[in-house]
């Protein structure tokens, strides 16, 4: 579950905002997280790729690095 914040120019955008994770892994080590990501807006579908970390708040710290596409209706 995550919640985020998107700053748009022109077509391309940026976002930040915090997710919560159900699961601790070697990559994640907490529950609770932030990501960070830049993209592109086409209209009703967008890409972008994203970050998900714990921002060195504590334990393991290497994130995820997501390619993600997004489709509006």
Known sequence: I?????FTWRRWFAQSGVAWTNSDTE?????????TGIGYDFGRVSISLRHLSNANTGGRNRGE????IDYGF
């Open 27 to 35: 990559v994640l080590s907490k529950h609770f997280q932030f990501q």
């Open 2 to 6: 995550s919640a985020s914040k998107r």
């Open 65 to 68: 690095n997501l390619l993600v």
